[in-house]
Nanobody, 120 residues
Framework: QLQLVESGGGLVQPGGSLRLSCAAS????????IGWFRQASGKEREEVLC????????NYADSVKGRFTISRDNAKNTVYLQMNSLKPEDTAVYYC?????????????WGQGTLLTVSS
């Protein structure tokens, strides 16, 4: 069974940092681009960042530019989202998804999401 499992969410104060993980099971992440998405309550899902198979990053959300970075460790079959200088508006459920390339609208595998709450 192909699965992605996100972890690392929680409650963080504004200005804080957190790292989310996206671990794959049942398949090898090496062959996929991985996107991090988020969905805040009452809002549409948006893609935040994507990392290609070669490790190139694509930023889709201006709101996180300079604050969020995406990386991958193929040996651990895991992709990370490092989030710094967090703001209350970053509060959302964060998902990762596997696809053939960044920009591919066909999302082949989804995770269940992890909740990030930024609040004092």
């Amino acid at each position: 069974q192909l699965q992605l499992v996100e972890s690392g969410g929680g409650l963080v104060q504004p200005g804080g940092s957190l790292r989310l993980s996206c671990a794959a099971s049942g398949f090898t992440l090496d062959y996929y681009a991985i996107g991090w998405f988020r969905q805040a309550s009452g809002k549409e899902r948006e893609e935040v960042l994507c990392i290609s198979r070669s490790g190139a990053n694509t930023n889709y959300a201006d709101s996180v530019k300079g604050r969020f970075t995406i990386s991958r460790d193929n040996a651990k079959n895991t992709v990370y989202l490092q989030m710094n200088s967090l703001k209350p508006e970053d509060t959302a459920v964060y998902y990762c998804a596997a696809k053939s390339w960044c920009g591919d609208p066909d999302l082949e595998v989804w995770g269940q999401g992890t909740l990030l709450t930024v609040s004092s």
